[in-house]
């Protein structure tokens, strides 16, 4: 997967390889190639439409000779083909920016990661129900003048 990023001060360009996995209705859909952010979703739709509570869920990010990080969601409810974005305290949408959806920021994370890494969505009773697991093989970063 070939992906572009713009970040506040520079645009990242790279290749990335994705795996994921989901069981039931919310899954990884997006990650950034900078590890800025993460996008989950609930995929149901029509006639199987279903709200989706996702207080008391949690994110697990792994990466190999780091310490595990967590984040736990508070009373948020995502709706049938609905989409929220989850930030890194690092690179933050601008108060003005339309990302397209909800977004939420974890300031306990720095990235959501860089090389190879593995974060999983678990429900309330602790079972996992998606992965994600990224490895960013090249990556370059042109810096982006200042334009006032």
Not at 8 to 23: D, E, F, T
Not at 41 to 48: D, G, P, V
Not at 112 to 123: E, P, R, S
């Amino acid at each position: 997967m070939l992906a572009h990023a713009q970040t506040k001060n520079s645009c990242v360009s790279g290749r990335m390889v994705l795996s994921r996995s989901a069981r039931g209705p919310v899954s990884f859909v997006e990650v950034s190639l900078d590890g800025s952010y993460i996008t989950i979703e609930n995929t149901t739709t029509a006639s199987k439409s279903k709200s989706v509570q996702l207080q008391g869920w949690s994110l697990r990010k792994k990466r190999k000779g780091q310490p595990d990080i967590l984040y736990k969601f508070g009373d948020y409810v995502l709706h049938p083909g609905a989409k929220l974005r989850i930030y890194g305290r690092w690179n933050t949408p601008a108060p003005q920016q339309d990302i397209g959806c909800d977004y939420i920021i974890n300031y306990d994370v720095f990235n959501w990661g860089f090389g190879t890494t593995a974060v999983y969505l678990y429900n309330e009773e602790h079972k996992e129900k998606a992965s994600l697991e990224s490895t960013v093989t090249s990556m370059t970063s042109v810096p982006v003048p200042f334009r006032p």
